[in-house]
């Protein structure tokens, strides 16, 4: 005997096309007429017969529909529908619900190497900066070897301030060796600490880069040396994972002492 109880996924649909879809199954496919009553806010039944039967004798024919939780729906068949009936029921339905499933799934178009290349460009001038076009391929290439990905829209953002930080690093650099070149060394550097040349200072609050002028001559405060104090990588500070850029620290070349700002 054929399975006379079934759950369905509503898939989209709402409980007056189910019962639209049962009783178009009974009356167009099955041959039967149809009398409907809601029996509660969940629950409806409807009875089917045969026209040229006295219906005292099909008051046992009803199908029963009740709307579950979770969007599903659970059938009952009573009366006198034959096994081959019941399956084409079934069937019917299953192919019914499942044909009329309209999910809308929204499209998500990724941007391509030469859009995320063209925003990495964009973004640099808008900081007062420049950046060729092989450069930037350059930086996204690097960052798809190491991750095996394109960036996301926030890591482009770092991407830009990493660049920012090392234009800024490298002309302090070209600053600093020009000056040495044409100056007299102890000059040099004074003009370099005492603010005709900003130095940069990173510091991170929620991954925001802040620049500050120190003010002051650096000075050892292990042998209270003021000559040339050199400034190098700190390895132990890591600022930005891509582009790679670490914190600073101070060496003092007369005692070797090393501290940080």
Request: proline share 3%; with cysteine.
């Amino acid at each position: 005997m054929f399975e006379k109880t079934q759950s369905f996924d509503m898939n989209g649909q709402n409980y007056e096309s189910i019962r639209q879809k049962v009783e178009h199954i009974l009356q167009k496919d099955l041959m039967y007429s149809t009398d409907t009553k809601r029996l509660g806010k969940t629950l409806l039944r409807i009875s089917y017969f045969n026209e040229d039967i006295d219906k005292e004798e099909q008051k046992d024919n009803r199908i029963t529909i009740l709307q579950e939780p979770e969007r599903r729906v659970y059938i009952q068949i009573m009366g006198r529908l034959r096994d081959d009936q019941i399956r084409q029921m079934w069937t019917k339905l299953e192919n019914d619900l499942n044909l009329s499933k309209q999910i809308k799934q929204k499209k998500v178009t990724l941007p391509s190497k030469q859009e995320i290349i063209q925003e990495i460009i964009e973004l640099i001038k808008l900081k007062g900066y420049t950046i060729d076009y092989n450069d930037a391929q350059d930086f996204l290439e690097n960052f798809e070897e190491k991750y095996a990905r394109l960036p996301k829209n926030e890591e482009i953002s770092s991407i830009v301030k990493g660049y920012v930080i090392m234009i800024n690093e490298d002309y302090l650099l070209e600053k600093t060796e020009a000056s040495i070149q044409s100056e007299p060394l102890s000059e040099s550097i004074e003009s370099i600490l005492e603010g005709n040349l900003d130095e940069i200072q990173e510091s991170y609050n929620n991954n925001m880069v802040v620049l500050e002028n120190p003010i002051g001559r650096r000075k050892c405060p292990s042998c209270g040396n003021e000559g040339l104090i050199h400034e190098v990588d700190d390895k132990n500070i890591i600022l930005m994972d891509y582009p790679r850029i670490y914190g600073k620290k101070n060496c003092c070349p007369k005692c070797g002492k090393e501290w940080r700002k």
